[in-house]
């Protein structure tokens, strides 16, 4: 299995930029974000199996999950929240380490947004990076990016592991405060590190 790294951080924090970044370098790139949408697309055997738990009025009219009305189910209801992993993240988890062992990079970026909360992929990870940003840029982002209601955005912030735990359990820290710039030297910078681990391994 190829060289690991597990990329997370609190949502808005810029994971999914960070990740392209990486890919651009060579690293090879597995998103379990990605694989979950994969998973509850039309005619996927999690959306029947959602279907079955949670009801009809969950699925939309194409046969995909209903990410909105669900998220908002999960953080409302612990036990519906529960249900809906209990599904999902055995079949991510395979489907992930799936990835990484067919990847062909000299290393892997495999992204877990709750990859500290979760615990599920330690014997997966060689190395835990974090991609940090203040609270009020991410709370921005995402309120740019998905339109979702300040209180929302605060609700799943408080449900993540907070910065400075984040920071303590980080072997390598990426910082992106809305200087895009300085992302690049950051990420270049790791992918020299990773790629001289990588060929130790």
Avoid at 25 to 32: E, H, K, N, P, R
Avoid at 74 to 90: G, N, Q, T, V, Y
Avoid at 129 to 157: C, F, G, K, W, Y
Wanted: proline letters at 3%; a neutral charge.
């Amino acid at each position: 299995m190829a060289f690991t790294v597990g990329l997370t951080g609190g949502i808005g924090s810029g994971k999914t930029t960070v990740a392209r970044l990486f890919a651009d370098l060579g690293a090879g790139v597995v998103d379990t974000d990605e694989i979950a949408r994969a998973l509850t697309a039309p005619g996927q055997a999690a959306v029947e199996e959602i279907a079955q738990r949670f009801g009809p009025q969950f699925i939309t009219a194409d046969g995909a999950l209903d990410r909105m009305r669900m998220r908002k189910l999960a953080f409302a209801d612990a036990r519906a929240k529960r249900d809906l992993e209990s599904i999902l993240h055995p079949l991510i988890r395979r489907e992930a380490e799936r990835r990484v062992a067919n990847c062909a990079a000299p290393y892997v970026i495999l992204v877990v947004p709750l990859l500290l909360e979760s615990g599920a992929y330690w014997q997966v990870v060689r190395r835990v990076l974090v991609v940090e940003s203040d609270q009020e840029t991410r709370i921005d982002r995402v309120r740019h990016r998905s339109n979702l209601p300040r209180e929302e955005i605060l609700a799943i912030m408080s449900s993540q592991v907070g910065q400075a735990e984040r920071l303590q359990r980080a072997d390598d820290v990426i910082h992106n405060d809305n200087d895009f710039t300085a992302l690049g030297p950051q990420v270049a910078a790791l992918h020299r590190k990773y790629l001289h681990l990588a060929s130790e391994d």
